[in-house]
């Protein structure tokens, strides 16, 4: 039985049926000051022990999973906490990356939605000239096809 779950009777058949509403799992934190705090030690341990900030570091500094952590972002109220403890996070990423150029760096950053982009500006130039070979009983038969630059090209007719 759900304990935090109040009891709902409604009539059925003449018979009164009780049903325990399910209201979901409880808040891990009872407040966003109690899930800030929590958030802050993490960083000065990090700063303090010189480890680098991550977000399964930081999720493993709050007793609870990565999964869950991303949760409590959509969550009104806590959203703005994890926000910003992922973007300190982002940031640390981000000034790794410019110090030492590490792969691994760049491949976390993918995951904070950043992008490799590449352009390619390709122009081809000159002319292909394609004259088919046809032969009818052994004899090579030459073709004319012009002067008409659509002729051979995709798309014309």
Do not use: H
Not at 7 to 29: E, Y
Not at 78 to 102: M, P, Q, T, V
């Amino acid at each position: 039985m759900f304990i935090n779950s109040p009891p709902v009777a409604f009539a059925s058949g003449g018979f009164f049926v009780r049903l325990i509403m399910m209201a979901g799992r409880p808040l891990k934190f009872k407040s966003v000051k109690e899930l800030q705090k929590k958030i802050d030690a993490y960083f000065a341990r990090c700063e303090k022990e010189d480890e680098p900030l991550m977000i399964t570091g930081l999720a493993l500094a709050l007793d609870t999973t990565r999964d869950t952590l991303m949760d409590y972002e959509r969550k009104d109220g806590f959203s703005d906490a994890i926000k910003k403890a992922k973007l300190k996070i982002e940031r640390a990423y981000e000034l790794r990356n410019i110090k030492r150029g590490n792969a691994g760096d760049i491949f976390a950053l993918k995951n904070f939605g950043w992008k490799d982009k590449t352009e390619s500006d390709v122009t081809l130039g000159g002319s292909i000239n394609v004259m088919p070979s046809v032969k009818l009983d052994g004899q090579e038969l030459a073709l004319n096809i012009g002067d008409n630059p659509d002729v051979g090209i995709a798309g014309n007719t």
